[in-house]
């Protein structure tokens, strides 16, 4: 029988914080009184009502960890979107918003759900990696985890500084950047979309039992899914997630 | 809450009104097909894919891809509606109906729950599936069913969300009670009727 579950009400959420992550993204930092526990991966609905009563809803993935008070969601500004140039570009410090969750329980990560973990990300993808990341670094969690992070340039990377920080403090942090369109001078990151060699390189042998989850663009999803399911990982154990732009208006 | 919610500084982007009519609640209109799927795409080969209705029946039936393909198919054009707020209008797909695969089986079940390869499962009342409710597709807009979007077929039904259209479908276990699937367990709506805005468990 299906569980009988009480309805994930709509709360209003006050933005505290609005930070800057790279040119197109943005960080919300909000107070959610009413905001329940959730897991890292898991993701929220927002709606914006206009004055005439017109909404509309999206989802988006949480960045921050649960260990942290202040729920965060990352926004990627879409040039022909509806709602995500006002989070990025309206929305100020004190506004409020209505959202609901936390929805979504399978593409969700645990310490108790052991590893060792492979996250792969593209660009805005890394939202609901990060909170993972941020979720072991937290409850200091030995559970070893590889990331590997596409971005289109240099200043597209999202959370870079964090997670350089990060894995000078954790000695089981891994992460390897690729930067697909341009590379600064000096780069010593891969300069190619992610592909088997890549994989082969950086990821864990399929003996060591990974848990993989994967989330960017549905070409990049597609395609590393399936060199994962190849080089003989568990497809049971490769969750995926598709973020960032549609084709549509987001 | 006392009084009414806005979003201070939010204009929107209102649909042309006959879009308009065709959008359930919370939704907005995509000209593109997204993708989403929980784990990577199957690709099983088609001499090894049959149907298979199992469960509440006194033989179970099964079809192979060649069965499959003479059984008759019909065009259909609906618009679709992805719990995560995208909507599509007037897709074009060819495939089999359920009534056709259902026909001359007596049960006394009253759910069915898809099932597909890679472990995916849905649940849905029988009568949400019967009386031209339901298609097990193979064709999308002219050609082959893409398998990120669920080839070889993928179950059909476009009065509920989309997830209940499941993808890789490989058959159908008739059920006396109802149990829920895939996301049915995890915190998605046990029905999923867009119009009534039924995304989550308790919606």
Redesign the interface.
Known sequence: ????????A?Q?ATVLELIDETPRVRSLVLDAPTWQGYSAGQHL?V?????D???????YSVSSAPANPHVTITVERLDDG?VSP?LTE???TG????LRGP?????TWRPADGGPLLLVAGGSGIAPLMAMIRQKAALRSPVPVRLLYSSRAYDEIIFREELDQLVAAESELTVAHTLTRSQPEGWTGYSRRIDRAMLEEFAWAAAEHPLTFICGP?PL??SV??V??EMGYA??R???E?FGP????? | ?SD???????????QRSESAQRLP??Q???????????????HTPLEQWDFTIVGEIDEPRRWTWEEFQKLPHESITKDIHCV???SKLDTTWTGVSLDTLLGDITTSADYVLAFSD??YTTNLPLEDVTAGKAWIVDIYEGGPLAP?HGGPARLLVPHLYFWKSAKWVRGLRLLA??E?G??????YN?YGDPWKEQ?????
Do not use: H
């Not at chain 1, 029988?1 to 994930?8: E, H, N, S, T």
């Not at chain 2, 995304?199 to 919606?203: E, K, N, V």
């Open positions: 029988m299906a569980l009988i579950r009480a309805r994930l709509w209003r609905d709606r914006l009502t206009a004055e009563g017109y909404q509309t809803e999206r989802s509806e006002y309206v929305l100020r506004d409020q918003l209505e929805i979504g329980g399978w593409f549905t999803v597609e899914a399936t994962c399911v497809p049971e490769v969750k995926t598709r549609t084709g549509g208006a987001a | 809450m009414p919610f806005v979003s201070r500084g939010f204009q929107g982007r209102r609640p919370g907005y209109l995509v000209e593109s097909f997204p993708v989403l799927s929980a784990g990577p795409t199957p995560t707020k995208w890679g472990g990120e009670e109802d829920p895939f996301w049915e367990s995890l915190g046990n995304r989550y468990a308790g919606d």
